[in-house]
């Protein structure tokens, strides 16, 4: 008799956690409204910075990839010099502003476990007694962040890395000196302290500085990649929990797709624009300054064009994306002039221009003309010309001209001639060029735009084949 109650009781337990926790997890998102207004805000700013932007190494990588064990130790002890005593979170929000920049992503915590907040988890932070910042009126870094780019009316994102070099149980990830291989299963009670470590601080940014719009992790967990679905049970569970502890926190919380399984809301394609992008919501995350990491890259580093930077914007959007722009501050807390100059040229073509990119949808017609590019807002094309053509040229668009209602240069209003060319129309540009480089025209039109967007066969990453 007593054996059978144990039975059932046992299967009744068993039967319980099963409950609990569901072996096929339902994917946990942001609301749909919510998606549309991140695709409103369309333009965000990155920041990269802290502690290790003392280096003027660009690649944060180089902790574990170039550093000898003594230059490795060093730089974990990077924050006993950090002193940015010209941060200003008013002026850079302004800058953002300025730019046309709707959104923020500030780095919390990146790969170095270094954190730009007060955290009760670590010492390893800027409020540590040791960092001569801790002395001043208000080291809380991302807490006068967050202040300053809401008086903005900028949205407030965090990023947080789930890889920590510094954390004793940091050794799951293969970048680490001291990887240990299959660390879950070898480890798991080890692997459960730093879930736990990981889930405390993510509280911590989601409770202590109001409502954050977006989450942004980066790289992932044991198994878990960039929107791959985690096959490992034990991860899955706690990538599950920590997603929902997150949207119970905040049910408007925005979550990126790194190291979030099948719960992320945007993929998130770095350094480069996809030819043939995800089919649903995506941001490209880019760098002012030229390839070589995040980071402050010293006096000597090399930036983009702002003319490059412009159509980067526009071709993002033609594809359906939003734009994060990354900044990396250098470690007296001022943007780089040559930042500050990109931001500022932006942002004047996105006064004139940013109709046709904030809150606008991919080309109807998928891949983009060799003139420039098209975004769309419901009856409303924008046509966003990089190539003006010379002497009254014209461009081609493959709508029928009968549906065209109107054309209009953006910026003067000035009436723009069309007509029917073939099955689709052509409008002659007269003048000059009203943005050269990237001149936008609005057409309002009508009736129903019959075509199938045509994109290039690519590879996963939305790169075309060759
Ligand atoms: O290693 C980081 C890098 O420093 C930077 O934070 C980027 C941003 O997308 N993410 C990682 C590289 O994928």
Redesign the pocket.
Known sequence: MRISICLMFALCLCAAVRAAAPADYAPLKAPEARMQEWNEWKFGL?I?WGAWSQSARG???DIMRELTPSERAAAFDYYKTFNPLQYDPAEWARAAKDAGMRYVVF?TK??DGFCNYDTRETDLKITNPQCPYSQTPHPDVTAELVKAFRAEGIKVGL?F?HIDWHHPDGVWNNSHVDYVPDFVEKHPERWANFVRFETNQVRELLTQYGEIDILWF??SWPFAGYSKVVENPIVRRDIFELVKMAREINPNIIINNRGTDIHGDFE?P??YIPDAPPQGWWET?MTISNAG???YKGPEAEYKPIAELIQKTADIAAKGGNFLL?VGPQPDGRFTPQEIEALRGVGEWMKRNGEAIYGTFRSPWGAPPDWGRITRKGDTLYLIVFDWPENQGEIALPLPAKQIKSARLLVSGAAVEFGPKQEGAALRLAGPAPDPGASTIVLEIEGEIDAEAQWPEADDRGRAKK
């Open positions: 990155f990269h690649r944060i990588w780095v990146h790969h990023y890395s980066d790289i998130t770095e350094q995350n990491g995040f980071w990354n």
